[in-house]
């Protein structure tokens, strides 16, 4: 079983920064496929960014430039940097996985089997 943790989530004003890391549990880390989506009161959840097992990294085009994806395989840990944050950008973040091996950038909320609890991010303007 495979278990997703999240940290990192807070308060910050618009224009600010906030890292948000995810532990994982898996034995296979390094073969995953990891994702950051996000759900705001009243909307579904929706992509954000995800990295590839092979480090190729892919982004919703409202955060592009603005946010970062990166992982430490050494450490089983994703990481979500997000700069210039903007009110539109307060909702739950999840830290996603998928130990399916494939080329292409999984995007879709059902192509991945492992989801952590989430953690809040608020930005206030």
């Known amino acids: 079983q495979v278990q997703l943790v999240e940290s990192g989530g807070g308060l910050v004003q618009t224009g600010g920064s906030l890292r948000l890391s995810c532990a994982a549990s898996?034995?296979?880390?390094?073969?995953?496929?990891m994702a950051w989506f996000r759900q705001a009161p009243g909307k579904e959840r929706e992509f954000v960014a995800t990295?590839?097992?092979?480090?190729?990294?892919y982004y919703q085009d409202s955060v592009k430039g603005r946010f970062t994806i990166s992982r430490d395989n050494a450490k089983n840990t994703v990481f979500l940097q997000m700069n210039s944050l903007k009110a539109e950008d307060t909702a739950v973040y999840h830290c996603?996985?998928?130990?399916?091996?494939?080329?292409?950038?999984?995007?879709?909320?059902?192509?991945?089997?492992?989801w952590g609890q989430g953690t809040q991010v608020t930005v206030s303007s």
């Open positions: 996603a996985g998928s130990g399916r091996i494939t080329s292409r950038a999984f995007t879709g909320v059902d192509e991945y089997e492992y």
């Open positions: 990295i590839t097992w092979r480090g190729n990294t």
């Open positions: 898996a034995r296979a880390f390094s073969a995953f496929a």
